[in-house]
């Protein structure tokens, strides 16, 4: 759309300058969108007689698509400042960024209260029994017993399977 705000284009004209810009664009996907934003009422386009040919058809911005380029160039903006700020190193990050002004209130939402010590939810023991009783918990309580710790290597120091650790700074 930025190409086409510049003034009226033609389609193959429009493919060699995204060419040029080191975009990858084909007809069968450009003409497909030159006709949803035409049917968007984004775009618009004359016929007009051509030297070498059949008339052509070149594409301008309407109005609707001047503001909602310039919307558009704004969010690229945004978003490209963001990207550049993450790509930058800490100390050469100089984008700031500002939160979005004060919105009023969703009809409907509830403000979460912090929950004070005294109002933390309590499970009680029977509802923990319940949870206990289950097969798995079974099968993984006896699993867990019945496992030998005795046997299993310590893991401060080291033996023939695990070399010791060298500080390689």
Known sequence: MHVIARGEVYTSDL???????????VEGTLYPLLTRLKNAGLLQYAWKESTSGPPR???????????????????????S???SSLLSPPEANTFQWEPAPEAEPVVGHVETPEILADEQP?????QVAEVDAT????????????TDTENLPSTTEPTAETPPATDLA
């Open 122 to 126: 309590t499970v009680e023991a029977e």
């Open 81 to 83: 400042a963001s990207v």
């Open 15 to 25: 493919i060699q300058e995204l060419t040029a810009a080191r975009m990858v664009v």
């Open 135 to 146: 097969p798995e918990t079974e099968t993984a309580t006896e699993t867990l017993a019945a």
């Open 57 to 79: 058809k070149y594409y301008s911005l309407t109005d609707q698509g001047t503001n909602s380029l310039a919307a558009l160039t704004e969010t690229w903006n945004e978003i």
